[in-house]
């Protein structure tokens, strides 16, 4: 069974970069045909995409927070990470780790448990 | 990007009866890579459909997709009383994906 843990601070200060580190067990983050995805919830609202990586180094963002994002892979350490840079209160949100794979046709989807980021001096 | 919207913002039903929920993308989603997840509050979301119809590991038959092109459907069969929730479709069809807003499934 795949298992997902976000990690890092849960209070960041305006403009300073917020950094989150998703570890994964049950899987290998270099295996071809996995992807590695961070989706975000402001309070109250609905599910929003924020990018996803492949072991080959394949990424994307949404275009709402291309400029400030980044996400890598450690494959050293089966983990990959999300930076997020000069963010606002409107990045206060919990934020998850999802891990999409496919095997024998089928696609399975784990979430981490989320971890709530708040901005704030 | 693609647009996902869904209908209604808000479902009222009761156990018994049958849900449908309505996911449109603002042009159509390639090899129609839809999924559907629920979401109970305080917990992450849960892969319900995927393929727009393929329905994920462990996933009760009472859950069903349909639908291709711009156009898809989530039906219920027969509420359950733990199938009220928060109901996501998202489109994976393209490099940048998205979710729709939402639909909130509640007894009537």
């Known amino acids: 069974q795949v298992q997902l843990q976000e990690s890092g601070p849960g209070l960041v200060k305006p403009s300073q970069t917020l950094s989150l580190t998703c570890t994964v067990s049950?899987?290998?983050?270099?295996?071809?045909?996995?992807?590695w995805t961070w989706v975000r919830q402001h309070p109250g609202k609905g599910l929003d995409w924020i990018g996803y990586?492949?072991?080959?180094?394949?990424?994307d963002h949404t275009p709402s927070l291309r400029g400030r994002v980044a996400i890598s892979v450690d494959t050293s350490k089966n983990q990959f990470s999300l930076k997020l840079t000069s963010v606002t209160a409107a990045d206060t949100a919990v934020y998850y780790c999802?891990?999409?794979?496919?095997?024998?046709?089928?696609?399975?989807?784990?979430w981490g448990q989320g971890t709530l980021v708040t901005v704030s001096s | 990007e693609i647009v996902v919207t869904q209908s209604p913002g808000t479902l009222s039903l009761s156990p018994g009866e049958r849900a449908t929920l309505s996911c449109r993308a603002s042009?159509?989603?390639?090899?129609?890579?839809l999924a559907w997840y629920q979401q109970i509050p305080g917990q992450a979301p849960r892969l319900l459909i995927y393929?727009?119809?393929s329905r994920a590991t462990g996933i009760p038959d009472r859950f069903s997709g349909s639908g291709s092109g711009t156009d898809f459907t989530l039906t219920i069969s027969r509420l359950e009383p733990e199938d009220f929730a928060v109901y996501y479709c998202?489109?994976?069809?393209?490099?940048?994906?998205?979710f729709g807003q939402g639909t909130k499934l509640e007894i009537k």
């Open positions: 393929g727009a119809s």
């Open positions: 998202q489109q994976y069809g393209t490099s940048v994906s998205t």
């Open positions: 990586i492949t072991y080959s180094g394949r990424t």
């Open positions: 042009q159509s989603v390639p090899s129609n890579s």
């Open positions: 049950g899987a290998s983050i270099d295996s071809s045909g996995n992807s």
């Open positions: 999802v891990a999409t794979t496919f095997r024998l046709g089928e696609m399975s989807v784990y």
